[in-house]
């Protein structure tokens, strides 16, 4: 089973937890630079307040520990403001963001984007029900009662969330919403706008335990 660690300092990160959970894995919390010592195989960084959390990690010195295990190529999922860690605080990120872009009035809204990620998404934690198709499944498949949306569709929480405003020539889009990407690639980094935790579609936490498994 892979481990993944999710940083715990502030934020939704049980949330993230319990979805890991979900989908095979063991989860591990960092609180404290000696959780960085523990075995895992990609973080979490978690929606929340970048600025707390960026401080947090310097309190507590996990931040350079933290940007230096990134940058050298673990496995990172960044929600929101783990998004704007990423791009503003570690700068491991090739991406301009634009916090709390979208007003006061739109400060959290759902909406429909756009998978592009096709052929990323791998099965690698083995989930309960072997007889979803990977990267598919969704609440209510088999509920007989209401037609799941089409699959290129991915269910999009944004709350106060930052704005992907310019991407480098190496960053991959993984969704759109209006042809602006809300969730990108970059090596071993996956970020996202949004909020995936608190969905029921999988496909970016499968894209993202992919590169877990990835060897190298
Ligand atoms: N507005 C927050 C920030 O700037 C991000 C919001 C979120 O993570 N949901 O950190």
Redesign the pocket.
Known sequence: RPAIAVLALQ?AFIEHEQRLQALGCDTVELRQAADLNRPFDGVVLP?????VQAKLLRDLRMFEPMRQRIAEGLPVLGT??GL?LLADHFRTLPVTVH??AYGRQLGSFHAEGRWEGTGEAAETCRTADASGTPGTTRAGDDSGISPSPPLESVPLTF????RIEAVGPSITPLVTLNGTPVAVRHRNQIAAAF?PELDSDNRLYETFLALTAAPG
């Open positions: 934020g929606g929340g307040e970048s600025t929101c403001a704007i916090r709390n709350i106060r969330a930052p909020h």
